[in-house]
Structures are given as structure tokens and as C-alpha cells.
């Protein structure tokens, strides 16, 4: 290792057993001695290979954009950013590095890390001489406190355990990609949030030409180390710690690979980077694994579930908790419990109308799309009874050449570790049998990896004249979809819906409901337009 510094010029030089780049038969390997230079050129820090003859002509690294990532004790991969503008050629270029010991490769990765930090205190210039904004679009939308929350909680193993055990996931999954080999064989496929590796497994058992496992937790670790325990499927395999909205791959995939689906489809946003990825990586009309989603929703009557909500609140009645009395608060408690979604599993039976469904088409949906989510609602009510708020599930295609699978949430097939979420009203509706339900699901999202939920359920007139009457119920609520009541209950042994009977604890109905925090008051003004159920 050679350090020279000046007033202009400074630079830091290795020797190196070997350099080759990635997946090129046009440039061979670069036999020994390679030396590679860390230098600083108008501001601008890169990494240069050179021989005898002189600095080897494509084998630039620009620290700017540039990674370097462990293959092994003496084995590294460095990506460099492309440098072209347009967005159809904004893959990378790789080269491997072979070292001559440990101690050379662990100073080279410190190095490494060095200059690019000087190079960001001085900006990324771009080739329109731009500088880049230090943060990445991940970070300029998401709350920080919560992508430390969120990628803790996924760089466990007992959490990876649990979804890996998830067997409907799972299984759906390796059905998914085994089933269409066709598609996976000699391609390139790019894992999505890797976690714990096991879908870049499966890609390389259908036979891919290499994979890209891209991973932003600590879990890439652990995935390192599952990968490498199957050495027969690793060797194929690369994974990649960072972000899908910072990392550079060398190549383009031909497939893209991923579970980013969350509570109510859209839940800790990853779908987002699910499309930033294809926009980043995928080659024209290139395979997604899954390709569309659906939200599918029904009114829903569950008598037992709303008063179990409604008597949590009962604690705030007391007029003499210690000589105190709580009363003042039990209305803002009351509505609080029922900011809640409800995640558990659920008797079918209990939803009072066919559902409907709203489709996000993951090949063609912008970034964007996924900000803001308008559902007008539109139900015929299969039975007479009160209507406690709106179900929720959703299922996802995977749209294989040879086979075409199917992932669903839906109450009454096999429970996954999504279970379903029901919206539940604090104030109930009633309905005939026949009668029209119609309403709007709107979904915000918010910096804290999730959405706020704005509902609004409305039963029409019905009978004779119906046709030119209106609303004559309508119940809203807010919800936050960061924080549901985990129920997680088995479905129950219900008969009908409108067999069920209140508890007798509480009469809910006679419970004064305080809709003064509601901050949308517009859901309860605006006209529902359209309100048919649309497929998008």
C-alpha cells in the first residue's frame, strides 16, 4: 500500500492478486501485478486499475456512486454507478477483486469507505454537473425513526421464522417459481428485499443465471450465511446489503422477485420499492414475481367484535377512580379504540354482501398511484341486519408463462400470517336485505411506512322510490393503519350474520358517539360519484 499526497494531487495505491469484470468476455481478466489507485480528480474521487502500461480503459469506479461489497475473506465486488443519464441505460458496471490476504482486503474496504466519504462532503457531481442530493428518495419520505424501527424488526431471524413458516406464503411462492422454470432459467433475477434469502434460493433452483439479492437489514448477513450453506445454488447467488433505491447492479434482470406485500396489500409501503426497483433494474417487458394485486372489500355485521371494542372503554366511566373522576375521557377513548384496524381471521359468513375489488396493476402503477388511494364503494346487501364496518383482504397473481398462481388472504381459505383487517365503525348502520351500501375507502399514506384510513359507509333508501331517494344512514371513521388491534382469533362458529345477539354487557347502540376528531369532514359532504365498484 503506497500513499502520496501534494497540494493538488493526492493518491492511495494496492497491489492486487487479481481484477476481472463482471459477466464480460470482451475485456479479459487483468493478470498480476494490478494496482489499484484511490485518486481525487476536479473534486471528484475514483478508484483506477493499472498495469505497466498504464490505467486499464473501463475499469473507472466513481466513489460518488460506487460500492464495494465482501465476496469472501480475499474476494470483493465493486459496482460503479453508470454515468449515463437516460434512465433505458442506468445499469452498472461490476469487477471482482482478488486479494493477496486478509489484512490487504479488510485496509482496501476501509480505504474504500474513506474516500468515499470525502468524496460526499464534496458532493456527487453528475455528468450534467448537478450534485445529487445526499439522501435517497427512501429517506426523503420516510421517517427515520420508523426505517430503524422497521428494519430491525425484519433483521431478526424469529421474525424471518415466522413468515418462513407461513406455509401458504411459502409454498405459494416455491410453487410459483418451480412451476414456471421456463421464465427463471439463464435469466437474471433481482430479489426485492431479500430477507432471509429463501426466494433467491428458490430462483436458483428454477435454474437462474445469477441473482441478486438486495437486502437493507442485517438480515443480509444471516442470508450470506444460509446462502453459503447451499453452496451448490450460492455460487449464483450475490447478495447485495442496501437499499433498492440506492444500490447500483451491474446488469439489468430479467425477472424481479419479491413479498412486498403488507397488511391490507399496502402496509410498510415496500410496494413503492417494489416499483422503484423495476423502474431501476428490470429490462423491457420483463417478468414481476408477483405482477398484480388486489384489494378485495365487504360490509361486514360482527356483533361480538363491536363490543368487545366498545366495553375497552368502559374503563373511563368510572366517576371514582381513586377519588378521580375519568368520565371526561371515556368519549375520546371510546373513539381511539376504534382507530384501530382489526387484523384476525373471520368467518366468511359474516360479511352481508358479494365483494369488490381494486386492482394495482404492479407492471404499469406509478410510485406516485401508491401515495394516495381512492376506492368508491358500491354493495347490494345480501341480508337484513346492522353493518359494523367494512372487511378487508387481499390476494396476488403471479403470472407465470406456464402456470398462473394465485396468493390469497381471503376468510375461509388457509390462514396466512396476514390474516384479514376489518375496518369496524364506532356507530353501526342498518340494512334490508336488497338494500344498496355505498361508501368510500380512502387510504393516505404517511412517513411512518403505513396509511391513514378515511372510511365512510352509507345504506340508500330502499324499497319503492328508491330510485330517486337518498342517503339515509351514513356512519365514518379514521384509522391508522400503523397501529391495529392484533385479535388474531381463529374464525368463530357463527351461524348467520343476523343470528348473532348483543352482549349483554353493553348495549352499544346506546353509547353517545363524539365525532368531533374526525379531521376529513368532507367524507361526510361530498357526493360519492361513481361510486360503482370499479376495477383500476
Excluded at 226 to 249: C, D, F, M, Y
Amino acid at each position: 500500500m503506497e500513499v502520496l499526497a501534494g497540494q493538488k494531487h493526492k493518491h492511495l495505491e494496492f497491489t492486487l492478486v487479481a481484477v476481472s469484470e463482471l459477466f464480460s468476455s470482451s475485456v479479459p481478466p487483468l493478470s498480476t501485478p494490478v494496482i489499484a489507485r484511490f485518486s481525487v480528480d476536479s473534486g471528484v474521487a475514483e478508484l483506477r486499475f493499472r498495469q505497466d502500461s498504464g490505467f486499464i480503459d473501463g475499469f473507472n469506479v466513481n466513489l460518488g456512486t460506487g460500492q464495494l461489497f465482501k465476496l469472501g475473506p480475499l474476494k470483493s465486488l465493486c459496482i460503479s454507478g453508470s454515468s449515463d443519464s437516460n434512465k433505458e441505460k442506468s445499469y452498472a458496471r461490476g469487477v471482482t477483486i482478488l486479494f493477496r490476504n486478509e489484512e490487504e482486503s479488510r485496509d482496501f474496504h476501509s480505504a474504500f469507505e474513506q474516500w468515499q466519504n470525502e468524496d460526499v462532503t464534496q458532493g456527487t457531481h453528475l455528468p450534467n454537473g448537478v450534485i445529487s442530493d445526499v439522501k435517497s428518495k427512501f429517506d426523503n419520505k420516510i421517517e427515520s425513526s420508523s426505517a430503524k424501527m422497521y428494519f430491525h424488526y425484519y433483521g431478526q431471524l424469529l421474525h424471518q421464522q415466522n413468515m418462513l413458516q407461513d406455509y401458504v406464503r411459502t409454498g405459494t411462492y416455491y410453487a410459483a417459481v418451480i412451476e414456471n422454470r421456463a421464465d427463471f432459467t439463464g435469466r437474471v433475477v433481482v430479489d426485492v428485499g431479500a430477507g432471509s434469502g429463501i426466494l433467491s434460493l428458490f430462483a436458483a433452483q428454477a435454474g437462474a443465471k445469477h441473482v441478486y439479492a438486495v437486502e437493507a437489514s442485517e438480515m443480509a448477513e444471516y442470508a450470506r450465511k444460509l446462502i453459503a450453506g447451499n453452496p451448490s445454488l450460492g455460487q449464483r447467488i450475490t447478495v447485495i446489503r442496501g437499499k433498492v433505491e440506492e444500490v447500483e447492479l451491474p446488469e439489468k434482470a430479467d425477472i424481479l422477485i419479491s413479498e412486498p406485500m403488507g397488511t391490507l396489500l399496502v402496509n410498510e409501503r415496500m410496494l413503492e420499492s417494489y416499483i422503484i426497483a423495476r423502474d431501476r433494474f428490470l429490462v423491457p417487458k420483463g417478468k414481476m414475481f408477483p405482477s398484480v394485486g388486489r384489494i378485495h372489500m365487504a360490509p361486514f355485521s360482527d356483533e361480538y367484535l363491536f363490543v368487545e371494542i366498545a366495553n375497552k372503554a368502559l374503563f373511563w366511566q368510572q366517576q371514582n377512580y381513586y377519588g378521580v373522576d375519568l368520565t371526561a375521557l371515556h368519549g375520546s377513548a371510546f373513539q381511539g379504540y376504534f382507530s384501530q384496524p382489526v387484523v384476525d381471521a373471520f368467518d366468511p359468513r359474516l360479511l352481508v354482501s358479494p365483494p369488490m375489488s381494486h386492482v394495482i396493476d404492479f407492471n404499469e402503477a406509478k410510485e406516485e398511484d401508491l401515495y394516495e388511494i381512492d376506492i368508491p364503494l358500491k354493495f347490494l346487501a345480501s341480508v337484513g341486519t346492522r353493518v359494523h364496518g367494512l372487511a378487508c383482504w387481499f390476494d396476488v397473481l403471479f403470472n407465470g408463462s406456464t402456470v398462473q398462481r394465485w396468493l390469497t388472504t381471503a376468510p375461509g381459505a388457509p390462514t396466512t400470517h396476514w390474516y384479514q383487517i376489518r375496518c369496524v365503525l364506532s356507530q353501526p348502520i342498518y340494512v334490508m336485505a336488497g338494500q344498496e351500501i355505498t361508501g368510500r375507502l380512502h387510504m393516505v399514506a404517511h412517513n411512518a411506512q403505513s396509511y391513514t384510513i378515511y372510511l365512510t359507509l352509507s345504506a340508500k333508501m330502499w324499497g319503492p322510490g328508491a330510485e330517486q331517494g337518498g342517503i339515509i344512514q351514513s356512519s365514518s371513521c379514521k384509522l391508522d393503519l400503523k397501529e391495529p388491534y392484533y385479535r388474531m382469533s381463529q374464525p368463530q362458529p357463527y351461524t348467520t350474520a343476523q343470528d348473532q345477539q348483543p352482549h349483554q354487557l353493553l348495549q352499544p347502540q346506546d353509547i353517545p358517539i363524539h365525532t368531533d376528531d374526525l379531521e376529513e369532514p368532507k367524507l361526510l359532504q361530498q357526493p360519492l360519484e361513481n361510486s360503482g365498484a370499479q376495477l383500476q
